[in-house]
């Protein structure tokens, strides 16, 4: 018990105060009052029960094969960071709403689904999903209406379908599928995207070797660049045919692929949409 205690006070940073084991309960609440990093199930029972946490939440290692001393965790007010782990699914966090920081999902070799966070409703930052061979779905993220800032879903090999993106209206500043030789390979299509109406940064489709439309992003305002490029079928017959608007001028489509898709860098593309209104003036998304 010892030797545990000594290894987790080195992965417990922060305000932490009193006994190493203190909880605080506040209204019913059970807070961690610092960052909490989880290498394996041993460090979890720390925080078992716990419905708050202070700081960030990082998880990572093999040894980490289940989450369900964390089914109560309720909101996190820094980062929740998941990567290599031997995780298979993350059901054990179903009753998390509230991520305050960035949430990063990456390079667990064994996740195939994310449909445990369903309550999930707001991050305070950017959402990466990354290098995660086996992952099918990103349903954890249904109720997710806007991502503040980033919004990256790369190198995720079998993922097919981004219907737990449905309920996605706006990201601050730049959405991208796929970075250069890491692409999701199974994606065919963003027509669960229907209800995004704006990127207030860079849009970037790199590397998606099923893709084979566009369409879905039809309508869709972006505030920077546009690039679209290495995704093998969109050739021929399958060349995307959308408007976009550009804020400004940069936009590089297919740049190093053996096809070009033209896209308008009028002030308006040809559906005529004008930027949402939470992108105008003072409430434009803040330049990188």
């Known amino acids: 018990m010892k030797t545990m205690t000594r290894t987790l006070s080195t992965r417990l940073r922060g305000s932490v105060r009193g006994p190493f084991f203190e909880r605080q309960e506040k209204a019913g609440r059970f807070l961690w009052p610092g960052d909490v990093e989880v290498a394996s199930q041993e460090d979890l029972f720390c ?60 390079d667990n070799p064994g996740l195939r689904s994310m449909r445990g966070p369903q309550e999930l409703e707001h991050v305070g930052r950017s959402v990466f999903i990354w290098a995660n061979e086996r992952l099918e779905d990103v349903d954890g993220l249904c109720k997710l209406r806007s991502v503040r800032e980033h919004l990256e879903i790369w190198g995720n090999r079998r993922l097919a379908s981004l219907s737990g993106l449905a309920a996605l209206e706006s990201i601050g500043r730049d959405l991208s599928f796929g970075r250069q030789g890491f692409g999701n390979d199974r994606l065919r299509h963003f027509d669960d995207l229907g209800a995004l109406r704006a990127v207030g940064g860079d849009l970037a489709i790199c590397c998606n070797q099923a893709l084979e439309r566009v369409d879905g992003l039809a309508g869709l305002w972006v505030g920077g660049k546009v690039v679209v490029e290495h995704n093998g079928r969109l050739v021929g017959r399958n060349r995307p ?27 308006k593309s040809t559906l005529g949409l004008e930027p949402p209104a939470e992108f105008e003036g003072d409430n434009r998304p803040p330049t990188r």
Do not use: F, M, Y
């Not at 980062?79 to 995780?87: A, N």
């Not at 045919?241 to 002030?267: C, F, H, K, Y």
């Open 241 to 267: 045919r959308i408007g976009l608007l550009q804020r400004e001028p940069g936009v590089r489509v297919g740049a190093l692929a053996p096809w070009r898709w033209d896209v308008s860098t009028s002030p």
């Open 47 to 106: 925080v078992a029960g716990c419905t708050e946490i202070a700081g960030d939440l990082v998880v990572r290692g093999p040894k980490v094969t289940g989450l369900r001393e964390l089914s109560g965790l309720v909101k996190i007010h820094g980062d929740l960071v998941i990567e290599k782990t031997s995780l298979k699914a993350l059901d054990d966090l179903c009753g998390l709403r509230s991520v305050g920081g960035d949430l990063s999902v990456g």
